[in-house]
């Protein structure tokens, strides 16, 4: 049963304002290298994809009670010499989901041989999740008295065990699932652990961070080309969740 101190909101709406503009249109036909002749063609996907968006487009945040992971910070010595003051971490978990209507819409694209369009399906909701973090990370500051130091994404250490994501899940939403091999559904959806602070020395600068393959091609604060793949360099799974599907398109 999903706890009581979840909250779930629609997609962020000014990430749905900007999806179908120029500017925003045009950064996906850069970012993922589609010929600019092919504008027209991401713009009427992007104005399919839109009304799914706004009908099913979500997000849910909750506490995580992670006693057992907390852990102090300093803010400093005090001017009068004093002990330190004393900043805990504190944790939620989250979950943000483009819904069930974008797999169905790639799966009609594919199912009719219009791989193109099924791709750029792909890149717009990679791009769209990949702002929904930013997004997230405004909304904790401007909304708590906190900010996001990190993020932590189930499988990526020791203290989160993949094996953890279908509790978090279950936890958060019914709205996604995951079977056996913890694939979930819809496809378009992340979950993770955020880590927040009120440290302002403290601010978190993307989901690569804390990430230690250096030579991923994927790692967004050196190479921001985050299409590029190397089969043998795998994503972490921020990024593969967003970009899991692409895979299949390879």
């Known amino acids: 049963m999903i706890q009581e101190n979840v909250q779930t909101e629609r997609f962020f709406p000014a990430l749905l304002e900007e999806f179908v503009t120029p500017v925003f249109l045009e950064g996906v036909r850069r970012k993922f290298h589609f010929d ?28 995580y009670p992670s006693e057992n992971l907390s852990h102090v910070e300093t803010s400093g010595i005090n001017e009068d010499g004093a002990q330190p003051a ?6 939620e978990k989250a979950a943000i989901s483009l819904g069930h209507g974008v797999d169905l819409l790639q799966e009609n694209y594919s199912e009719k041989g219009r791989l193109l369009q099924s791709y750029i399906v792909e890149a717009l909701a990679g791009e769209l999740l990949m702002r929904g973090y930013d997004a997230y990370n405004r909304y904790v500051a401007a909304y708590t008295d906190r900010h996001v130091a990190r993020y932590h ?18 936890d ?27 440290d302002e020395s403290v601010r978190c600068q993307g989901i690569c961070v804390g990430c230690g393959n250096a030579a991923c ?7 921001p ?7 043998d360099m795998p994503l972490t799974y921020g990024y593969s969740r967003i970009f899991g599907i692409y895979n299949e398109l390879l």
């Open 36 to 63: 600019g002749g092919q504008l027209a063609e991401i713009r009427e996907v992007a104005e399919e994809m839109l009304p799914v968006l706004q009908k099913e487009a979500f997000w849910a945040r909750a506490v």
């Open 86 to 91: 004393m900043l805990y971490a504190a944790y």
């Open 153 to 170: 994404f189930p499988g990526s250490e020791e203290a989160f065990p993949l094996g953890m994501l279908p509790e978090l899940l279950k």
């Open 172 to 198: 958060l939403t019914q709205e996604i699932t995951c079977n056996a091999a913890f694939c979930m559904v819809p496809k378009k959806s992340v979950v993770f652990i955020s880590e927040l602070t009120q």
């Open 217 to 223: 091609p994927n790692r967004v604060d050196e190479n």
């Open 225 to 231: 080309l985050i299409r590029r793949r190397v089969a």
